[in-house]
């Protein structure tokens, strides 16, 4: 139940982390539903120590867990939330000089996927130059960029959370993707 309110690749990634916690509960004989704030704890060590896993990483595999026993406990399934008080590494987000790719390392990529192939180049391209989430630039059909609206053609696509977006076309992208499209009116 908890998850019903959730779609697509956040469904997939919450389902995915709530049964890495789920499975790590069985392999230690902890019923999920009686688990304490220790045992969160001793997960979240386990994520970060033995696993490997950054912080970030450790922090988005909490959110479904959190997320399930904040649930419980609202439903009243539960009687204490024992992922409510857990005390998860600090997550730091200082200043850093990064603020995306230089001229450089945009063409460095752009060229890399030109020596590949046309379709890899018309993803790179979505990706650099129109800053398409991975999943959006690989949903892209060429039906998707076929319409022109007030003489600019866009790119019609399913956005973050299932919204729908246009965005108009700069040309060397269109470019890219009508050579990908090698004359084809439809598919990927």
């Not at 009686?34 to 909490?62: F, M, P, Q």
């Not at 204490?80 to 200043?95: E, F, H, Q, S, Y």
């Amino acid at each position: 139940a908890f998850l019903l309110p959730y779609a697509n690749d956040t469904l997939l990634a919450y389902r995915y982390q709530l049964d890495r916690w789920l499975r790590w509960c069985a392999d230690r004989a902890i019923e999920p539903l009686e688990a304490r704030r220790t045992d969160v704890e001793t997960y979240i060590k386990y994520l970060h120590e033995e696993v490997g896993h950054k912080i970030s990483s450790v922090h988005a595999a909490l959110v479904p867990v959190r997320g399930f026993y904040r649930y419980a406990f609202n439903e009243e399934i539960i009687s204490r939330d024992p992922a409510a008080m857990a005390r998860r590494p600090r997550l730091t987000r200082g200043v850093t000089d990064t603020i995306g790719l230089d001229r450089d390392q945009m063409r460095a990529i752009l060229d890399a996927a030109s020596e590949r192939s046309g379709r890899d180049q018309a993803v790179a391209y979505l990706l650099t130059c129109m800053a398409l989430r991975s999943s959006e630039a690989c949903s892209i059909q060429v039906e998707s960029y076929q319409q022109a609206v007030r003489g600019h053609r866009v790119l019609c696509f399913t956005g973050k959370g299932s919204v729908p977006a246009r965005m108009p076309i700069p040309v060397p992208v269109l470019r890219a993707l009508d050579a990908a499209a090698d004359g084809r009116t439809h598919g990927q």
